[in-house]
């Protein structure tokens, strides 16, 4: 089964109590620790006996959101193809970057840390405050990311970028000379 929605870890119980062992870990370019289950995700995490996670906020159990766990062995499974299994080095703080090239024409690159999951927004606004465009609206995974954004439909002058999660928000400017 899966999570209907993003599911904190801190939210899962379990029968029995404290049957699992070790962080949740999910997997991109290697396993990394998440502490958010993710809607149509897989997880993995250590047991040490067979028993049933309870997905709700409140960690009591209801018939459909149990799913049944059993012991098979101390090792996440295997990389899904034939990549060597690295760990991910994730950001430990949220972080806003300088565009670069700034000043740009028409084309710059925004980087910006996440240290955990959570929901972003990053917008561009005009001088005078004005919303120009809204780049990333979605939930992102920790980890570092690079957007880029084309000012090519607009006049030159100087912009401000600004990123919002549920605990960081930074503005930056940037200057677009055509």
């Avoid at 991910?88 to 700034?102: C, G, H, R, V, W």
């Amino acid at each position: 089964g899966s999570v209907a929605e993003p599911t904190p870890v801190n939210t899962i119980g379990s029968i029995p109590a404290n049957m699992v062992t070790s962080n949740f870990f999910a997997y991109s370019n290697g396993y990394y620790i998440s502490d958010t289950l993710q809607p149509m995700k897989a997880y993995w995490a250590q047991v040490n006996q067979a028993g049933q996670l309870i997905l709700s906020a409140t960690g009591t159990s209801s018939s459909s959101n149990q799913i049944r766990m059993v012991t098979s062995s101390d090792l996440p499974p295997a990389p899904p193809s034939d990549e060597i299994m690295s760990v991910i080095e994730l950001p430990t703080k949220y972080s806003l970057d300088q565009a670069y090239p700034n000043p740009f024409n028409p084309i710059t690159k925004i980087k910006y840390q996440l240290p955990q999951d959570t929901r972003v927004s990053l917008k561009v606004f005009n001088i005078l405050g004005e919303e120009i465009k809204t780049i990333v609206n979605e939930f992102q995974s920790a980890g570092y990311k690079e957007i880029s954004f084309n000012g090519e439909a607009l006049p030159s002058g100087f912009y401000f970028y600004q990123l919002q999660t549920d605990k960081f928000t930074d503005v930056k400017k940037m200057l677009l000379v055509k």
